[in-house]
């Protein structure tokens, strides 16, 4: 059993800035794939970025240029730095992680062995 614990999520103005950061109880998780999703009312959830255990990234269009996604290995810890945030962006942003992978890291849902508890981000026009 992992638990990834998310935090930073707040209601903040269009144009303003969230770090979001998960903490993850599996020491050697970061030998492993982590990702953020996120899931608005009423629509799927939708990967937002992942990052494979030498730190390559890859970004969903819509948030490329305005999120960055990063990790702390020694700290167990994954972050996500959300930039020139929009209405759009408003969800519930969760963390998860694949023990399975720990390169080309997927980018379906599915793929995701253990998540978190979600952490809220409502951004106001």
């Known amino acids: 059993q992992v638990q990834l614990v998310e935090s930073g999520g707040d209601s903040v103005p269009a144009g303003g800035s969230l770090r979001l950061s998960c903490v993850a109880s599996?020491?050697?998780?970061?030998?492993?794939?982590m990702a953020w999703f996120r899931q608005a009312p009423g629509k799927e959830r939708e990967v937002v970025a992942t990052?494979?255990?030498?730190?390559?990234?890859d970004y969903t269009e819509t948030v490329k240029g305005r999120f960055t996604i990063s990790r702390d290995n020694a700290k167990n810890t994954m972050y996500l730095e959300m930039n020139s945030l929009r209405a759009e962006d408003t969800a519930m942003y969760y963390c998860?992680?694949?023990?399975?992978?720990?390169?080309?890291?997927?980018?379906?849902?599915?793929?995701?062995?253990?998540w978190g508890q979600g952490t809220q981000v409502t951004v106001s026009s």
């Open positions: 990052i494979s255990s030498d730190s390559r990234v």
């Open positions: 998860a992680i694949d023990l399975h992978r720990n390169h080309a890291c997927y980018s379906g849902a599915s793929q995701y062995d253990f």
């Open positions: 599996l020491y050697t998780s970061g030998s492993r794939c």
